[in-house]
Each structure stands twice: as structure tokens, then as C-alpha cells.
């Protein structure tokens, strides 16, 4: 099970790193262009996306790494 959890956070980690960089590209071209926010939609706390973009495909990869030999801390 260990083993299950390892291969899960680190899955997660990379789809959330595709998530994160069309989130924080997202915001970056909605911070040089404006117009194409009010097009189609713009976050309401881009420094929060960008930061959670960033934090979070990183916290899912370190959960799975030490899913194997620190289940408790891991997840």
C-alpha cells in the first residue's frame, strides 16, 4: 500500500503541474493583457493562484515521496 501511495502523489504531482502551469500562465497573460480578462474570466486573488499553481504539484510529489518510508507525515 505504501508502494500505491508513493506512484498516487507522484501522479497527482505531475497532472497538478500541467493544472498549476495553465494557472499561472493564465495569470500571466491576463496580468500583461488585460482584455482577455474581461473576454473570458479572470481570478479574483491571481497572486493566490500563482502561488497555490506552484506549492501545490510540489507538496503532492513530496507527499508521495515520503509516502513510502513516512506513511504518518505522507498522508
Given at each position: 500500500m505504501?508502494?500505491?501511495?508513493?506512484v498516487?502523489?507522484?501522479i497527482?504531482?505531475v497532472?497538478?503541474?500541467?493544472?498549476g502551469?495553465?494557472?499561472?500562465?493564465?495569470?500571466?497573460?491576463?496580468?500583461?493583457?488585460?482584455?482577455?480578462?474581461?473576454?473570458?474570466?479572470?481570478?479574483?486573488?491571481p497572486?493566490f493562484v500563482?502561488?497555490?499553481?506552484?506549492a501545490?504539484?510540489?507538496?503532492?510529489i513530496a507527499?508521495g515521496?515520503?509516502a513510502?518510508y513516512?506513511?504518518?507525515w505522507?498522508?
Amino acid at each position: 500500500m505504501r508502494n500505491a501511495a508513493a506512484v498516487l502523489g507522484i501522479i497527482a504531482g505531475v497532472i497538478g503541474m500541467f493544472v498549476g502551469l495553465f494557472g499561472y500562465g493564465w495569470t500571466s497573460l491576463v496580468a500583461d493583457n488585460p482584455e482577455v480578462g474581461e473576454a473570458l474570466f479572470n481570478f479574483q486573488s491571481p497572486g493566490f493562484v500563482r502561488f497555490v499553481s506552484i506549492a501545490g504539484p510540489v507538496l503532492a510529489i513530496a507527499g508521495g515521496a515520503m509516502a513510502r518510508y513516512r506513511a504518518l507525515w505522507g498522508g
